[in-house]
C-alpha cells in the first residue's frame, strides 16, 4: 500500500494554502489524514499535490462566544473529545465522537477534515446539521460562512469551491438541561455507522418538549433533519407513545441503496435509531420529571 | 525529485533520514530505517498493526506522511524492551500467552502503553474501547485482555 506520486506543500498560513489551492489543479489538502490517506494508500485519489495544513497557525481551538462554541478546522477529535467546554454546552458533540473511528484515528482526525470529507454516515456532519452550525470558509476573495444546511451540495462533496477551504465551525448552544442522545448502528464499533441518529430537546418545567431536532445521518447522501419529526415533539409530553408516533415519521425519507443495506432498512433504522435517541434526549433533560 | 530530509527523535535518538514526500511514517520506518517491528497489515487505519506514538499520541503510522513527523518525538516497538529486559506488558503477553501469529503484537503492545501511561488502572471495558483500533485474528482478544490487566497490576505495585 503506497500513496501515488505528488508533490508536497507545507504551507504556513491559510493565505498561502488558498493560494497554492488556486494556482495548482488537482491539488488535496492533507488536515488529519484520516480519510486521505487510506484513499492515497488505495489509490482511490491520484492528486498532483498534496498541500499539507498541519503547520498553519491558527486553526485549533474551542472556546465560547456569545453563547456558541467556536471551534478550529484543524482542532483534533481527540481535543475535542476531552474539551471540558464541549461536554458542558454541547454535550451531544462529545457523545457523537466516542463513535468516531478508534483511539489511533481520533488522535489525528480533525472536525474541518471530517466536514470537508463529508461521509454520508459521518458523527461529526450530523451533529452539525442537529446544532445547525456554521461552517466558515476562506478563498482568494476571503472569508464567508456556510450554513451547516447548505453545506452538502450532494454525495461527498461539499458545497465549497476548489480554492477554498473549511477554517472552522460555530456551534450554537442549547439551553442548559437540555436533552441529547445520540445513537448509532453499525456493524463494529467504530465503523462508519449504517444510520444514526441525534436529537436534542429542549423540555420546559412540567415535561413539555418546547423545542426539538431530530436529524439522520447514514439514510440520505448528507444528514437530513427530520422536521415532521420535530413537529410531531414540538408542544408534546416526553412519552413512549409519543416518541414512537414522531419516530415513525421517519420511515418516508428518502434513503439510499448499496451493498450494506436496501433503502427500506435504512428507512426502519432510522425509525428506531431516532426513537432510541428520543427516550435517551428525554431522559437526559433536567425538567424531564 | 529531491528526496525530503526529516530530522525526529525516534525512542529517544536523534535520526535524520531521506523519504520520498508520498512515504507513509510507516515505509520510512520499515524501508528507510529498516526498523520493521511496526508492521503493516492494512494502510486504511483498520488494523492498529502500524501503531506508533508521536508525540506521547497512539497515532496510525500508515495514515501519516513521513514528512509531517519533522521535528516530532515518535516511539515505536523497537522501543519497548529495555536491552534484554522486557517491558512488563511484553513480560505479561508471554506468560499469559497473548500472542499466535504475532502480527499484532508490536501494535497492541504500543497502544496499551499509551493506555497504561494515562490510566494505570484501567477497567476490563476500558482496555476493550482503547484496544478497538488493533485487530487480532487470532487470539480471540481475551489473553490480550487479561495480559493488560496483569500488566497494570504488576506496574501499580
Ligand atoms: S496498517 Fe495502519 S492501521 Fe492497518
Ligand atoms: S496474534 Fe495473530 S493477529 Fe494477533
Known sequence: ???????????????????????????????????????????????????????????????EAGGRLEIGAMTRQREIEYADLVARRAPIVREAILNVGHRQT????????????????????????ALEATVHVQGPKGKRDIAMAEFPAGYMSPSIELDEMVIGVTLPVWPDGHGYGFVEF???????????????????????????????????????????A??????????????????????TIDAM??????????????TVMTRRAMVAAFGRAANAR | MARAHVTTTINGDVVDFLCEADQTLLSALRDELRMTGTKEGCGTGDCGACSVTIDGRLVCSCLVLAVEVEGKAIDTIEGMADGEN??????????????????CTPGILI??????????????????????????????YHKIVEAVLDAAREMRS
Open chain 1, 1 to 63: 500500500m503506497k500513496p501515488p506520486p505528488f508533490k508536497y506543500h507545507d504551507p504556513r498560513t491559510v493565505a498561502e494554502t488558498v493560494e497554492l489551492l488556486a494556482r495548482n489543479e488537482n491539488a488535496k489538502i492533507l488536515a488529519g489524514g484520516q480519510s486521505l490517506m487510506p484513499m492515497l494508500n488505495m489509490r482511490y485519489v491520484q492528486p498532483d499535490h498534496v498541500i499539507d495544513i498541519n503547520r498553519v497557525e491558527g486553526l485549533s481551538y474551542i472556546r
Open chain 1, 106 to 129: 481520533r488522535n489525528r482526525g480533525t472536525l474541518g477534515g471530517s466536514l470537508s470529507h463529508l461521509d454520508p454516515a459521518a458523527e461529526l456532519p450530523l451533529v452539525s446539521a
Open chain 1, 186 to 228: 453499525s456493524r463494529r464499533h467504530g465503523d462508519f455507522a449504517i444510520v444514526a441518529a441525534a436529537v436534542l430537546l429542549d423540555v420546559e418545567a412540567g415535561g413539555k418538549i418546547k423545542r426539538a431536532s431530530v436529524t439522520v445521518g447514514g439514510v440520505g447522501p448528507s444528514p437530513v433533519r427530520c422536521r415532521d
Open chain 1, 230 to 251: 420535530e413537529k410531531a415533539l414540538t408542544g408534546e409530553k416526553g412519552a413512549e407513545a409519543a416518541f414512537r408516533a414522531a419516530a415513525e415519521t421517519c420511515r
Open chain 1, 257 to 270: 441503496e448499496d451493498v450494506y443495506a436496501p433503502a427500506w432498512y435504512r428507512q426502519h433504522l432510522a
Open chain 2, 86 to 103: 522486557l517491558h512488563p506488558l511484553q513480560k505479561k503477553f508471554l506468560e499469559h500467552a497473548a500472542l499466535q501469529c504475532g502480527i
Open chain 2, 111 to 140: 497502544a496499551a502503553r499509551s493506555l497504561l501511561e494515562r490510566n494505570p488502572d484501567p477497567s476490563e471495558t476500558e482496555i476493550r474501547y482503547w484496544l478497538a483500533g488493533n485487530l487480532c485474528r487470532c487470539t480471540g
